[in-house]
């Protein structure tokens, strides 16, 4: 884990931040500090998975706090590749479909939730603009980093080399198990998708699946993405999220669970 990634607590609620910028605030909360139950305690952050929608509103106002923010703008999540231009305030939560948003708006959280899936942190050099990326393997596939880096680019006239990126949590590649079907995509959208991809079979790692014949590394693809697109890479928390049951849902580990909540926010 990167060192400039600090894990705090405020209130009960702990999160790891990384600020790069005196305007910049990065977070990743864990699943610590909330009021939800099993099998979603604590600090669920998602309407759409079971949870008393109570405890989730409430959860939401201890991040608030926590992150000194008076809005966080969280969306309807359905692994696209549509990323939402965010200005002129927050409108009401879940009220739009998407999976990147970007804004200029300071004082306003971008917020994604997420349980294995990779969350993509963009912003300018100047801290003038910024984004957010929900990238499972569909939307790695689909290239959505890249389309948000490039909707960053374009929306606020930034040049794509002043756009830096920093990468959350996710599960990594030795958990991360999919069939020939997932690998299909990629070779779709991927020139070399070969360095993503290697094969389960004759590894020494335990198995989680018996029918998975590849392990992915999401984070290594995006990674991949970004920089072939000429962006930088500043700070990324190598964490996953199969493994951390103490501080990370994990859709894969546990099926029915919350959602760590991903914010960027400019001050």
Same mark, same amino acid.
């Given at each position: ?14 999160? #790891? ?14 699943? @610590? ?22 405890? &989730?509103?409430?959860?939401?106002? @201890?991040?608030? @706090? ?20 965010? %200005? ?28 294995? *899936? ?25 290239? $959505? ?29 030795? *958990? ?13 959208? #991927?020139? &070399? ?11 020494? %790692?335990? @198995? ?7 392990? $992915?590394?999401?984070? %290594? ?47």
């Amino acid at each position: 884990m990167d060192t400039d990634w600090q894990l705090r607590s405020a209130d009960g609620v702990q999160y #790891f931040e990384y600020s790069p910028h005196p305007k910049l605030i990065l977070a990743f909360c864990t699943r @610590r500090g909330g009021v939800s139950h099993d099998p979603y305690e604590s600090l669920n952050t998602s309407f759409a998975v079971g949870d008393d929608s109570r405890n &989730v509103e409430e959860n939401l106002a @201890r991040v608030r @706090r926590a992150l000194r923010l008076l809005t966080i703008q969280t969306v309807k999540q359905t692994h696209s590749d549509t990323v939402l231009p965010i %200005a002129g305030g927050p409108v009401l939560t879940e009220m739009l479909t998407g999976d990147a948003c970007i804004t200029d708006q300071a004082g306003m959280g971008l917020g994604l939730k997420v349980a294995d *899936c990779l969350p993509v942190y963009l912003y300018a050099e100047d801290s003038g603009c910024i984004g957010i990326a929900h990238c499972g393997w569909r939307g790695t596939a689909a290239k $959505l980093a890249e389309k948000t880096a490039r909707e960053l680019s374009r929306h606020f006239s930034v040049q794509l080399s002043n756009l830096r990126f920093a990468l959350g949590p996710c599960i990594c590649p030795n *958990c991360y198990e999919v069939g020939d079907d997932v690998r299909a995509e990629f070779e779709k959208s #991927f020139p &070399v998708p070969d360095k993503f991809f290697s094969p389960v079979a004759g590894t020494a %790692a335990v @198995r989680h699946s018996p029918v998975a014949e590849y392990r $992915l590394d999401i984070r %290594a693809a995006n990674r991949w993405l970004l920089m072939e697109l000429g962006l930088l890479e500043t700070r990324s928390i190598a964490l996953c999220t199969f493994e951390d049951d103490r501080l990370c849902y994990s859709a894969r580990r546990d099926k029915t669970t919350g959602r760590n909540l991903a914010v960027i926010a400019l001050r």
